[in-house]
């Protein structure tokens, strides 16, 4: 148990709806980080979150979003959902120091029917 | 840009035989390189890492050394079980802004 937790677990959706993903860090950590692991695209980074502001930007898309809140935890928000946002999303949370370890939650697997 | 380049799966195994994943990297810098697993149907797990070159990272009879004159990240482990069996992940720490850069994964799969 690597101290990361997601909710949900699973979520079925349509085409043109709104999710919205939590994740709560370890304790202690004040980064956060989304991960999207996709057959076509592997694993990509999405947005990185440090004590409440964006800190990274990566392959996110416009109808994506992500916050994270006062007490840490973090929510990644997607709209507009297509067939292909179907994926596994994973959030990591590091104490935020130059490269220290992340450490993974257990995803979230997202399906757009 | 940075990325990683990981050998092509699955790689299939009797138990008790040689292990070796390639891994390969482009960076600039000098990042931390890590190897993630992925048992079936869970998250990823830290394996191990090592922050600078020559350093060797080691877990659960895995090892990894961080090569800077061949820039790679080579994963080993001397005797594998059936319980290896799983999706593994080397990545780099990109620089700057820590995001991890994966590479595509590699399966094994380990037979009694």
């Known amino acids: 148990d690597s101290g990361v937790t997601q909710t949900p677990k699973h979520l079925i959706t349509a085409t043109g709806q709104r999710v919205t993903l939590r994740c709560s860090p370890r304790?202690?950590?004040?980064?956060v980080y989304w991960y999207q692991q996709s057959l076509d695209q592997g694993l990509q980074f999405l947005i990185q979150y440090y004590n409440g502001e964006e800190r990274a930007k990566g392959n996110i898309l416009e109808r994506f979003s992500a916050q994270q809140f006062p007490d840490l935890h973090s929510e990644l928000n997607l709209s507009s959902l297509e067939l292909g946002d179907s994926a596994l999303y994973f959030c990591a949370s590091s104490n935020g120091l130059a490269e220290e370890t992340q450490y993974f939650g257990p995803g979230t697997r997202l399906l757009v029917l | 840009g940075n990325s990683v380049t990981q050998m092509e799966g699955p790689v299939t195994l009797s138990e008790e035989a040689f292990l070796t994943i390639n891994c390969t990297y482009t960076a600039t810098g000098y990042p931390s390189l890590f190897w993630y697993v992925q048992y079936p149907g869970e998250g990823l797990q830290l394996l191990l890492k090592?922050?600078?070159?020559?350093d060797k990272g080691s877990n659960k009879g895995f090892e990894a050394t961080y090569r800077k004159e061949t820039t790679s990240f080579h994963l080993e482990k001397g005797s594998v079980q059936v319980s290896d069996s799983a999706v593994y992940f080397c990545?780099?720490?990109?620089?700057?802004?820590?995001?991890?850069?994966f590479g595509t994964g590699t399966r094994l799969q380990v037979f009694p």
């Open positions: 304790s202690g950590d004040l980064s």
């Open positions: 090592a922050t600078k070159a020559d």
């Open positions: 990545a780099l720490s990109d620089v700057g802004t820590d995001k991890l850069i």
